[in-house]
Structure formats: C-alpha cells, structure tokens
C-alpha cells in the first residue's frame, strides 16, 4: 500500500511539474506576443493584451473555447468590463474607418447610387450605417464637407442633406450596439448582443426613413446657406482619390455584425433545448425568477458546453468582445 500511495503521489507530482510547465510557457510567450504586437506591428497596446489574453485562455488548456470571452469580461469587472471593451474596441473600429476615409467614401457611394436628386436618402443610410462604429458628433465633423458641398452644387439648403444625417446617425446611435445606450440596455437585460443588433436596425431603420419627409420639409422651409469657400480655405478638401472602396468598407462594418448574429441564433437553438426553456409561471416573486434564471443560465452552459465543435468555434468567434476584436484587427490590416 505504502508503494502504491508513493507511486500515485510522483504521478500527481510529475501531472502538476508538467502543467505549471505548460502554464509558465503560455505565461512567457503571451509576454512576448504583446512585445511583438506593440512594438514590431504597431498595434494598439489594448488590442494587443485582448490578443495576448485569448492566446493564453486557448494555449493554457484550462478552459472550453467559448469560456474564453466570457473570462475575458469577468476578469476585466463583468458589466464594466463588458460595457467598456465594447466600447472601447468601437472607437479604435470607428478611428480606423475615419482615419482611412472610409465615411467620406460610403457617402460617396451612396450618392453614386441614388443620385444627388435623391441625396437625402443617401445621407440618411450613410448616416444610418456610419454611426455604427463611428460616434455621432465625429460622424457628423467627418461628413460635414460633403454636406456643404452638396449645398452649394444644388443650391438647396444645408438643412435638406444634414437632417437626414443626423436621424440616420442618431436612430443607430440609440438602437444599435456598439454604442454605450444599447450596449448597456442588452447587458442589463441579458439580452445576446447578436439580438439587440438585429432588432435595433429592424426597428432603427424604419424610424429613420420616415423622418426623410419631415427633414425636406424642415430643409424646404429654413434655409441655410453653407459655409463661403473663402472661410473653408484653410480645410482639407475633400478627398475623393486614395479612398477605401465602398464594398470594403461594408465588409468590415457588416464583419462583426454577421458573426455576433449568427451566433446569437446558434445561442437560441441551444437554449430551446433547455427545459422549459418556453415556459411560462404567472405570480412568481423576484427571488424565484432569479432563482430560475441561474438554473437556465448553468443548463445552457453545460449545453454549450456539449454541442459540437462546429458551433463551438462559431460560438466563440461570436462572443461581442472576440468578434469586435476581430473586425478591429481586420480594420487595421485592411484600411
């Protein structure tokens, strides 16, 4: 027995040797995967620990895949740390498509598509779309020289191409994650990302379209004349040449949009194959709700858990923080 109990005690002993070895590796290497990003590629310091963390919860054995965001969030303050690498990783996703033209190139597509006759309508989708990564005020700072441009090519005044901006802007700007409001709201009533996004343009959309009429009106009735070009002089002009193209542009914005969604629907077939997953209880207080709530919560974890590998990947690819992640390192290379 004795030799026994000293045979299992070295195997224990050599299990533990050989996983603090594999830990202390990670550990190392992760040191030296933020040193390369940050200084040989030139790549955000924050976007570089993100990275460096991920590389640690796949490399260190120690978690399932799709643990990894979530450990991510947990270890950076739960709904803070959430809120705030959304928001966070959607101004530096924002600053990359500002700072490579992007915007001016979407509107510049979209007024090839519609027409300056139906330029509003442009202005409103450009708006709509922009707002998504891009804050309001800095869409509007980025977008105003071709507002002032359209003014005075058409002669109408600049209320007729701005309101339309602004109402697609500001519907996204309340509807439509990544922004501070909706991300919140999501969080707050844990609701999968993926969800809030596809509901915030079902709903956001159409909000927006039917304010056009009401903004021609507006323009129709106040008119104001653009900035003179003597006062602009000193302003770069407005670049048309060297711009990313439109469907580039789209296919980074759309990116992390697609992959949160779809997870988010991979998430609910899951989640129907938790018991009474559909059911409902009149009369049950607070405590039992959130009682039920944790249950769920563990079963659909212990699902996630077993589901197949597939959805596993697409699972963790579509965790907010992952996929944002992702469309910013795309963003980086791209534009």
């Known amino acids: 027995m ?50 460096a963390a991920i590389f640690v919860g796949i490399a260190s054995g120690t978690m399932e895949l ?12 739960g709904a803070l740390g959430f809120i705030a690498t959304i928001i966070g990783l959607g101004a530096i996703f924002g600053q990359m498509i500002e700072h490579s033209g992007g915007a001016q190139s979407l509107a510049n ?36 020289p071709i507002i002032y441009a359209l003014a005075r090519r058409s002669g109408k005044s600049v209320l007729v191409f701005a309101l339309p901006l602004l109402a697609g802007m500001a519907v996204t700007h309340a509807f439509v994650p990544p922004t501070p409001g909706p991300t919140f709201v999501a969080f707050a009533l844990q609701v999968p990302l993926g969800y809030a996004i596809l509901w915030g343009v079902v709903v956001g959309l159409p909000t927006a379209l039917i304010t056009i009429p009401l903004c021609r009106r507006l323009g129709e009735k106040f008119h104001i004349q653009p900035p003179p070009v003597a006062e602009e002089a000193e302003e770069e002009p407005v670049k048309t040449i060297g711009l990313p193209s439109v469907f580039t542009i789209l296919a980074v914005l759309g990116g992390p949009v697609l992959i949160i969604v779809i997870a988010s629907f991979v998430e609910g077939s899951i989640a129907a194959r938790v018991p009474g997953f ?13 009682e039920k709530k944790g249950s769920f919560d563990t079963a659909l974890g212990e699902l996630k858990r077993q589901s197949a590998g597939p959805a596993q990947i697409v699972l963790f690819l579509g965790h907010p923080i992952i996929a944002l992640l992702i469309g910013t390192c795309v963003a980086i290379y791209v534009l």
């Open 109 to 144: 597509g979209m007024l090839k598509t519609f027409g300056e006759r139906r330029a509003n309508w442009a202005m409103l989708l450009t708006g709509f779309l922009i707002s998504i990564p891009v804050f309001l005020d800095v869409g509007v700072v980025i977008l105003a």
């Open 66 to 77: 799709i643990e990894v965001g979530d450990t991510i969030k947990d270890g950076m303050g």
């Open 2 to 51: 004795g030799f026994n109990a000293l045979t299992f005690l070295a195997q224990v002993s050599g299990e533990a040797s050989h996983d603090t070895f594999r830990l202390v590796s990670v550990l190392v290497l992760s040191i030296v995967l933020i040193l390369v990003l940050i200084l040989a590629f030139r790549i955000q310091a924050f976007v570089s620990l993100l990275l």
């Open 278 to 290: 559909l059911a409902t209880e009149e009369g049950r207080t607070l405590t039992e709700g959130m």
